[in-house]
C-alpha cells in the first residue's frame, strides 16, 4: 500500500541545547517555549510532534493537552505506557482526548526503557514479559473503544462490567502507532498496531525490518505504514552541515562520552542496543548522510541525517522509496529563530523540511507520486 509523506517534529520537554560540550540544558522547557516549537512546526507544515517520555521529561499528556489548546490542527504523538496506568483508563483518556480535540491525537504505544528508570517508577517487569502486557493491555484499550459492555479476564488485567461511556470521535480509534526491535515487540505489534516506527540505521538494517515486519503483518492478514525517527541537520552546502555537525560536540570530551556510554549500555532494549553498535565503531558515519555523532551522549535514536539541503532531500526521497512514509525529526537546538533569505519564517534545523517539500514537488513533477509534504 502506498502511504504518501507525512513529517513530524519533535518537542523537547526536557530541555534544550545547542552544544552537547555544555554540561546542563540550555533553554528550558517552558511552556511559551514549547508553543514557539509548536508553532513553528506547525507553520512549516509538519502534521505533527512527538512528545517523549522518560525520567527527565514533563507529563506528555499534560503538555500535549495543552500545547493542542494552543496551535489550530497540529497532531499530538503523545504515549501510553503500559504497565503504568490501567489499560481503561488510558483507553478514556485517549476517548477524552480525541473527543474534545478531534483528530489532533495520535497514540504512541510505549513498552520499553532502561531498566534503572522503570525501577525508579515502580516496574520491575522482564523485558519479554513486559511486551506479553502490552499486548493484552491494547487488547483491553480496544474493546473499550469498540464494545459496549465488556469483562475481561487475563494474564494482567481483569475487568469486570465495563460500560464504556466516553467514545472515540475518530471512529473507531485514533492510529496506534509502536516501536520494538526485538522479536516479541515485532510480533506484538505486526498483529495491533497501525504504524511501526523505527529509529534511523542504516539502510539495509531498515529494509530488513521492513520486509520482516510486511511478512509478519500479512501473516495476521494486515498491512502496516511505516514511520522512522531521525535527527536531521542541513545547511546549504554539505561543508557548511559538517561544521554545524562539529560545534554540536565542541567540547565533548572522551571521559563524557564513556560516562554516558556507561549507562546507556545498561539496556535490555533491543533498540537503543542497536544505536549503541554504531557508537562502539571508529568510523561514526553509518552511510553517506547517515552520522552517529549524537549517539556518543544522548540517549535513544543517535543517527543524524546530514548533508546540504538537496542532500537530505534525496535521502529521505530514498527513504520513501524503501516504504517509509512517517518521518519524525529533530535537531540542535529544536527552534531557533533566524531571518531567512526568502523571508520565511524562522530557519536552523526545521529548513531541512522546505527543502525536502520542494524535492517531493520536483519528484512529483517527474511523474512520481511523491506529493503529501
Known sequence: MHHDPEFSWFLPTSGDLESFGYDGVQRAATLDYLIQVSRAAEAAGFVSVLIPVGDACEDAWVVGGMIAAKT???KMLVA????????????????TFDLMMPGRLLVNVVTGGFPAELAADGDFTPHDERYERTAEFIDVMKKYWTERKFDHQGKFYRVEGCKPMVKCATQPYPKLYAGGASGPAEDIFAREIDTYLLWGESTPQMAERIARMKEKAAANG????????FHVLSRDTHEEAIAAAEQQMAGVTAEQVARVQSVLTATDSAGESRQRAFVAREDLWVEPNLWAGVGQVRRGIGVTVIGSHEEVARKFLAFHDMGLSFFILSGYPTWKKR??????????????FGSAKRAWRRGSKRGR???GV
Open 80 to 95: 501510553v505506557r503500559p504497565g503504568f496506568v490501567a489499560p481503561v483508563v488510558a483507553a478514556k483518556m485517549v476517548s
Open 222 to 229: 494486515r498491512e502496516l505504514r511505516f514511520g522512522v525517527r
Open 339 to 352: 531571518r531567512m533569505r526568502g523571508g520565511r519564517g524562522c530557519r536552523g534545523s526545521t529548513s531541512s
Open 369 to 371: 507520486n511523491v506529493g
Open 72 to 74: 489550530d490542527k497540529l
